[in-house]
């Protein structure tokens, strides 16, 4: 077995190496998410939505449809409910942050 004892600048470029890779990683951990997740949020917080169970008189979902750009349709029985998101400004990294505005149900 053969250890290396590397000098103090050696010793000192691998530090800074390791702690460069290490911020690195803790950004790209904050980061905005994939987009692939990124929807996944928002069709999350449209089903946990109380707000939008009660637009659509509590019907069971037939199809979520994301007609635009942050904008998405709920079909549930006879109702239909336009959403959009609502992105929320932030001064940090991380997720996008955002709430949700529901349109006036139609129903049949």
Known sequence: ?????????????LAGAAAALLLTAVTAAQAALPPYWQRVHEIQAILDDGDVG????????DRIER????????QAGPC???IRII???R??????KFHLQ????ACR
């Open 102 to 105: 529901l349109g006036d149900p």
């Open 1 to 13: 077995m053969t250890i290396f004892v590397l000098g103090g600048r050696r010793r000192i470029a």
């Open 87 to 89: 992105g929320e400004s």
């Open 54 to 61: 009660r637009a659509l008189r509590e019907a069971p979902i």
């Open 91 to 96: 001064s940090d990294p991380g997720p996008r």
């Open 67 to 74: 007609t635009a750009e942050d904008r998405y349709q709920v």
């Open 80 to 82: 239909a409910l336009e």
